[in-house]
């Protein structure tokens, strides 16, 4: 059995907003917003990375739980905006979290990194105790390299998400998972070193339309339940028209999928995660209460997770 | 009704649009469809053909144009 302890985030301070995307891209600020329901997003400072986007959040986590980073047995770190192919972030930021033998793994999963890492470390928990898994993005030194796809742009932003797993208590007992990949598709939406992040928009909506929606009812069918039956969905933040299709495709209202993405943008790997931390600041686990969490990117890679409030 | 008329309907179903596309007109470019439309367009394609479309099927090429679109559902019946 593992226990979602506790979330945590950071967002840079800087705020972007559509009017200062459209002019940089070259659209109006209206277009950004009927197209994604992004209004604005968050830059890091110039000086700032991936690993201290990560530490600030992985900080948060933990002292809302009032966990010592001592108390960690692992730590996994989801990036796709990484600032070098190797090591990847997370071996620094454990080493800046004072850790110097604990194990620390990266996910270098864009977009559904974080809700692999919280299904991994569900089940590894019990082997490793407290793991922190940390969703971290600077999406903004990628789609500002030229060429610029406008499209792609004004979709993203910066940030870092953070969940403590554990294996003996929490806020929410941490049910089961259901993760996939398929590299059918695995260009139509990749990065490559120092270039331009390459997006199919069009194959990446229809594959995420489809494959959201069938993993989170195969999870929940296993489970007994249905989507009416759940509380909250805590999923990726794409884009405001693609959780909105999500919720149809699954017979639920829109308001049941909590977002953020007006305010934040896609940050990738870290969306889910903040959105949960946001979620749970604001409104929180009652015992009983049931969340899904949702993640869907490059890869492709998909899948959910279930989880019951405990307390 | 043929095939392709009937996908016609469906197309102007999805797009909300009386649309009139050439054969070989991409939906897309011509602004007919966007993005999210697409996934509706399938899912009106499999319930109206009683076809089941696999995921690996789902490149958006093969469903930019009417032509690719019968071309498609001709393959699969």
């Known amino acids: 059995m593992s226990f979602i302890r506790e979330f945590g985030s950071y967002l840079p301070a800087r705020v972007v907003g559509n009017e200062e995307m459209g002019a940089r891209v070259g659209c109006d600020a209206e277009w950004i917003m009927n197209v994604s329901g992004i209004e604005e997003r968050r830059f890091a400072a110039p000086e700032e990375t991936v690993v201290d986007l990560a530490l600030k959040a992985a900080e948060d986590c933990l002292q809302r739980a009032r966990c010592e980073p001592r108390e960690l047995g692992m730590v996994m770190v989801a990036s796709g905006s990484a600032e070098r192919q190797f090591p990847g972030p997370a071996c620094s930021v454990a080493n800046r979290l004072g850790l110097n033998s604990t194990p620390a793994i990266d996910l270098p999963m864009a977009s559904a990194g974080s809700l692999f890492g919280m299904s991994l470390a569900a089940r590894l928990a019990s082997a490793y105790g407290n793991i922190l898994v940390l969703g971290a993005e600077k999406m903004s030194s990628i789609i500002l390299r030229q060429p610029m796809e406008r499209g792609v742009a004004i979709l993203f932003g910066d940030g870092a998400g953070a969940c403590l797993v554990a294996s003996d208590k929490g806020m929410a007992r941490i049910i089961d998972s259901d993760i996939h990949t398929d590299g059918t598709f695995a260009e139509d939406l990749r990065l490559e070193d120092g270039k331009p992040l390459e997006m199919n928009g069009r194959s990446v909506i229809l594959q995420a339309s489809r494959k959201i929606p069938r993993s989170i009812d195969d999870l929940l069918r296993k489970h007994g339940c249905e989507a009416k039956d759940i509380d909250v969905f805590l999923m990726h933040q794409a884009n405001q028209n693609l959780i909105s299709r999500v919720a149809q495709a699954l017979g639920v209202s829109d308001a049941r999928f909590y977002s953020n993405i007006r305010r934040f943008g896609n940050t990738s790997s870290a969306s889910m995660l903040i959105a949960a931390a946001e979620w749970a600041q604001q409104f929180g686990f009652t015992r009983g209460q049931t969340a899904c969490f949702a993640g869907f990117g490059a890869g492709f890679n998909w899948g959910a997770l279930l989880a019951q409030g405990a307390v | ?77």
Do not use: H, Q
């Open chain 2, 1 to 77: 009704m043929g095939r392709r008329e009937t996908i016609i309907r469906i197309i102007r179903e999805v797009s909300k649009k009386n649309v009139n596309p050439d054969a070989d007109e991409s939906l897309f470019d011509s602004g007919m469809l966007d993005s999210f439309a697409l996934p509706d367009m399938v899912s009106a394609l499999e319930k109206e053909f009683s076809v089941t479309i696999p995921d690996s099927d789902l490149n958006p090429r093969k469903f930019d144009s009417i032509a690719r679109i019968d071309a498609y559902l001709e393959s699969r019946s």
